[in-house]
């Protein structure tokens, strides 16, 4: 997939990327599907789908009037994965500083190769589970954003998140349909970390019938210290629900 490609699809579902982002977002695609023949990064490997579900679909923060976007500030991405949203939004966003956060080395692997051949320096990676990381002195409350894409339902995105933003800063959580029956869990698990879920802001992509919304968690007030729980626990038991330890 070429950067004209790129640059063309973003800019008809009205995002603003310039010439030299597409061109970096082509280099990083190419080698996504390279590393993705030794390894599994992605299920999505038909190029249109690629396009809109992996990159307008990570960049979706940046459309204009939508919500404001810390493109100055310090941006954690938890869960990265093959690294969305976070290294779109980091292309992108030249002036911002970003985190990527993943528990497997392998991913982190193919992350720093993706970073040194586009000379990023605003990138950082750290190998960690996300509830052992939000423990680390450097890291709990250092953000002004925390970030997550088809990670986990809400409840258990707001324990992940929460911890690593100051307060003042905000969750941004990507989601499909399911997010509505996870909201009332989801605010019931905020206020316990110190957050207030806001109302779900649809995200559609043209010509596609996708459900996506994006959902912010607002930080008012610090984590209790108890929070993030051990790791593993904030999925099996998550926050809010009949089934919590809360």
């Known amino acids: 997939m070429d950067a004209n490609t790129i640059y063309e699809r973003l800019a008809a579902c009205s995002l603003q990327v310039d010439r030299e982002g597409a061109e970096k977002l082509s280099v990083y695609h190419r080698m996504l599907l390279d590393w993705n023949t030794r390894m599994d990064l992605t299920a999505v490997t038909e190029e249109k789908e690629m396009l809109d579900k992996h990159y307008t679909d990570s960049l979706m923060p940046l459309l204009p009037g939508l919500l404001p976007f810390p493109v100055s500030g310090k941006v954690i991405d938890v869960g990265t994965g093959a690294g969305f949203p976070g290294l779109p939004l980091a292309i992108c966003c030249p002036s911002a500083s970003f985190t990527l956060l993943d528990s497997q080395q392998k991913r982190l692997n193919f992350l720093d190769a993706v970073i040194s051949a586009l000379d990023l320096k605003n990138v950082t990676l750290v190998h960690a589970r996300a509830e052992d990381g939000a423990r680390q002195k450097e890291l709990r409350a250092g953000f002004d954003l925390a970030v997550a894409r088809a990670v986990a339902p809400l409840p258990v995105l707001a324990e992940y998140l929460l911890p690593y933003v100051r307060v ?25 970390l110190g957050g207030e879920v806001l109302s779900p802001i649809p995200c559609p992509i043209p010509d596609r019938d996708w459900e996506h919304y994006l959902v912010p968690i607002r930080k008012n007030a610090a984590t209790p210290k108890t929070y993030p729980r051990r790791a593993g626990t904030p999925s099996r038991s998550p926050l809010g629900s009949s089934a919590s330890s809360d």
Do not use: F, I, T
Request: charged content about 20%; overall charge positive; some cysteine.
């Open 168 to 192: 003042g800063g905000a969750c941004l959580c990507w989601k499909g349909p399911s997010v509505m029956g996870e909201m009332d869990a989801g605010s019931r698990a905020a206020r316990l």
